[in-house]
């Protein structure tokens, strides 16, 4: 099992910028695949985006395209999402997630290992 601790969130206005960050901890981290999901208000859990520790990333989730970034620090077996240009609507929790796999996934059911989530509230 790997232990996942996230922050970063917090209040911004539209046109800000967050860092968010998740520390994996537990096992052999550099096996896993490490996701970032995030779910709004009355809103289903979407997936954002996923990176292995090697550096691979998948797709970014449309509407998060050319303002995110998915990075991490091997080193610290620390994940990150740099957020710019933030919109109202990405108002969220924000969640980081492990698949003990090499391999990536943008589906929630594939990640056995979440974090405690951290809220991101942008204001218009």
């Known amino acids: 099992q790997v232990q996942l601790i996230e922050s970063g969130g917090g209040l911004v206005q539209a046109g800000g910028s967050l860092r968010l960050s998740c520390a994996a901890s537990?096992?052999?981290?550099?096996?896993?695949?490490m996701g970032w999901f995030r779910q709004a208000p009355g809103k289903e859990r979407e997936f954002v985006v996923a990176m292995t520790w090697t550096g691979y990333t998948t797709n970014y989730l449309d509407s998060v395209k050319g303002r995110f970034t998915i990075s991490r620090d091997n080193a610290k077996n620390t994940v990150y999402l740099q957020m710019n240009s933030l919109k109202p609507e990405d108002t969220a929790v924000y969640y980081c997630?492990?698949?003990?796999?090499?391999?990536?996934?943008?589906?929630?059911?594939?990640?056995?290992?979440w974090g405690q989530g951290t809220q991101v509230t942008v204001s218009s």
């Open positions: 537990g096992r052999t981290v550099s096996t896993y695949a």
């Open positions: 997630a492990a698949r003990r796999s090499v391999v990536l996934a943008d589906t929630e059911s594939m990640y056995a290992d």
